[in-house]
């Protein structure tokens, strides 16, 4: 349960990092690809990948170069959407991205859908419209703010972008890949890319996303690594893990964003809440 914990707690602290940056207005790219060095590096120490492996990827490497992009586009993405509307619907968009692996097994792998899953699928998209819903007077009252506008296309895109993460990393496990070295090489890809565009657009390089970029770095492989580990202590009980980790997110973020950063949910929003932690308690029972 101690590595659960840790796992939930680097998961939201990576929104409250994005958040405080946001409102500081630090460019979270450069936060971004100065923590991918720290996760590779990370990555060495604490999964211990086997390099040899490099020569036997194959055709995971197609995975892996959609990795490299859609990992630190994802991270912008997420913080659009908190600086947008906060981080409490953000990361129930992100804990409700566990309904496109299902879909996907549907539609592109010709798994059969129950009941419950349906019934799961359901739960999952009213959370999503219940958590995007604003007012229409605070629809007025924002109309001075592109972001607020765009709310959800920005929870549209944490959704959408890792739930498509999700069935990349699953499609390199069942081909036999091993997941430490996907991940170093993948970070190592990220980085490179992100860091390429940044010159190619001659950023002006801010100290403090940088050094910031250190902390999201270890917030980000602290996550996973913990998130790993979990999955391995309770390998008996992978139900506590899943729950946990999805609901302890949802219960923990909504704790974080309410009561300190004091974000506003509406009722609809609060049903929508509601409705996630009841999406995935269901597509669990599946």
């Known amino acids: 349960m101690v590595y659960l914990t840790i796992a939930v707690l680097c998961s939201v602290a990576v929104s409250v990092l994005l958040k405080v940056l946001r409102q500081k207005n630090i460019d979270i790219r450069q936060t971004i690809v100065a923590g991918y060095p720290v996760a590779f590096l990370l990555t060495l120490v604490l999964l211990d990948p086997d390099i040899s492996g490099l020569s036997t990827l194959g055709s995971v490497w197609s995975i892996i170069i959609a990795l490299g992009v859609l990992l630190p586009a994802v991270f912008v993405i997420l913080g659009r959407a908190i600086a947008a509307v906060g981080m409490v619907a953000t990361d129930a968009a992100q804990r409700l991205s566990l309904i ?50 765009q709310t959800p296309l920005w929870l549209f895109g944490v959704w959408a972008g890792y739930g498509i993460i999700d069935i990349l ?118």
């Not at 059969?112 to 419209?129: C, E, P, V």
């Not at 809440?273 to 599946?286: P, Q, S």
């Open 169 to 286: 990393f699953k499609q390199v496990a069942k081909q036999g890949a091993a997941f430490a070295l996907t991940l170093l090489v993948s970070f190592g890809l990220a980085g490179l890319l992100l860091f390429i565009y940044l010159l190619i657009t001659r950023v002006r390089w801010q100290g403090k996303a940088l050094v910031a970029g250190l902390l999201l770095g270890a917030l980000n492989m602290g996550n996973i690594y913990a998130y790993v580990r979990a999955h391995q202590v309770l390998s008996e009980s992978p139900s506590i893990v899943f729950t946990g980790m999805n609901v302890g997110v949802i219960t923990v973020a909504t704790l974080i964003g309410v009561g300190i950063f004091k974000e506003s949910l509406n009722r609809v929003n609060v049903i929508g809440l509601i409705l996630a932690v009841a999406c995935v308690v269901v597509l669990f029972l599946a």
């Open 100 to 149: 496109i692996p299902i879909i996907a097994a549907f539609l592109l792998f010709g798994e059969i859908l129950t009941g419950t899953r349906i019934l799961g699928l359901i739960l999952g998209f009213l959370a999503l419209g219940a958590l995007v819903y604003r007012p229409h007077q605070q629809a007025i009252d924002n109309t001075a703010n592109k972001s607020a506008r």
